[in-house]
């Protein structure tokens, strides 16, 4: 176990493949969690990333060979024993086989045989090496042992190929290993509510006025809030998106709902992040029927303004902490400064939706957070990522 008390122990197990630099972002994302991070990489994997890489992330020596720490002649016992948890990412086609048959031949095989810790594998391959029957046999051995395994994402692979064997965002990969490691989460003890995605205004039963978004930043926010030890409720809009796992959800269509069920949730919340692309106007009177064109008039509906739950939330808030966001497609961080003033709330998440990265339905997004202290540009990163980014904001951690 960690010497210190409260510190997880985490060991970083990195095999010789492409996907071996991501284990740099992996190793800080544990660090930013709090966790003590020890690395220990296959000699393939010294190939790819540079073991100096790793001691100068971690502060700790890293492991590479069996017999390389004179010190330490039992160096995998004592590496197996002092994991509160043991995360292999990547994890190759020959780590998962090694590992399912019990082969103990290097630092890294033998130390995974040897720990009693909880392991997570995250594996990293070709498409086709990792749909092989024998990976995907390797793999179902190690899952009826109890070994978390990770399921890769789909994507575009270093070689070229499309399909399942992408290591996934290392935010992911670091919170499975923490909980694996039974940890609670920074965020335990927070209520956050979240809304997200669109709203649908009645015109009559069949007609409404809509908008583009896809809910995707507001359910990673939920997802990433909700594994980091939240208790989450995410009023969820017309979305293409599931609602995550372990998350409290309330469906809602029109921004009339969307702000009754706000209200509610932010009575306990301590967290309101308004990720929702609300409808500003509402039908002022949505017709009980359908509308037929050749007896009513359609080409004009009178529209009323919508309440700004951004703003009605703010005017309450208390020791709450409430986010908005601003999606622009010019003058993005001056609107987005005047957003903050108007609304009342504690920051702003300004988007620029006219880029092909960011906004409406894309996984990735290039966003500024504007607070009292001034205006931090973010590099364009996954909506996984900045939902982390906008976690740690919003709690100062
Ligand atoms: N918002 C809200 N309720 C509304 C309108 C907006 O809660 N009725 C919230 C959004 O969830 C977002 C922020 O306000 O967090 C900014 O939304 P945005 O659509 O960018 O701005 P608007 O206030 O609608 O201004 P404009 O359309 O002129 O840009």
Not at 97 to 122: E, N, Q, R
Request: proline share 5%.
């Amino acid at each position: 176990m960690s010497e210190t008390a409260g510190t997880p122990c985490v060991l970083l197990c990195v095999t010789g493949c492409i996907a071996a630099y991501k284990s740099c972002e992996t190793a800080r994302c544990l660090q930013r969690a709090g966790a003590r991070v020890k690395v220990l990489m296959t000699e393939h994997a010294t190939h790819f990333v540079g073991p100096t890489t790793f001691r100068a992330l971690t502060h700790e020596k890293v492991a590479v060979g069996l017999f390389d720490d004179p010190e330490d002649p039992i160096h995998h016992i004592s590496l197996a024993q002092e994991a509160d948890v043991v995360l292999v990412a990547p994890a190759t086609a020959n780590i998962l086989a090694k590992m399912a048959h019990g082969i103990a031949d290097d630092l890294m095989s033998t130390t995974l045989l040897a720990t009693k810790a909880p392991i997570v594998v995250a594996p990293a391959m070709n498409v086709g090496m990792w749909e092989a029957d024998a990976t995907q046999e390797n793999v179902r051995t190690l899952q009826r042992r109890g070994v978390h395994v990770i399921t890769p994402d789909s994507g575009y692979l270093a070689c070229g190929d499309v399909g399942g064997g992408r290591l996934p965002d290392p935010w992911r990969v670091a919170d499975l290993a923490l909980m694996a490691a039974g940890e609670a989460g920074p965020l335990a003890g927070e209520h956050v509510l979240i809304t997200a995605g669109g709203t649908h205004e009645p015109i009559d039963p069949v007609r409404f006025i809509g908008n583009r978004s896809s809910g995707k930043m507001g359910a990673a926010l939920a997802r990433a809030a909700s594994r980091q030890g939240a208790n989450v409720t995410l009023v969820l809009g017309p979305a293409s998106i599931e609602p995550p796992a372990g998350v409290r959800c309330v469906r809602v269509e029109t921004a009339a709902e969307m702000l009754a069920a706000s209200e509610e949730a932010f009575e306990d919340a301590t967290i309101a992040i308004c990720a929702a692309a609300v409808a500003d106007y509402t039908p002022a009177k949505p017709a009980d029927h359908k509308l037929k064109k050749t007896e009513e008039r359609l080409d004009t509906v009178e529209l009323t303004e919508t309440v700004d739950i951004l703003a009605a939330l703010s005017a309450r808030k208390g020791e709450r902490t409430v986010i908005g966001f601003a999606a622009e497609t010019s003058n993005v961080v001056d609107y987005a400064l005047a957003k903050l003033s108007r609304k009342g709330c504690d920051a702003i998440v300004a988007n620029d939706v006219s880029r092909e990265d960011s906004g409406f339905g894309t996984d990735t997004n290039k966003a500024w957070w504007i607070d009292a202290d001034g205006t931090h540009e973010m590099p364009c990163m996954s909506k996984e990522g900045l939902a982390y980014e906008i976690l740690r904001r919003a709690t100062k951690s």
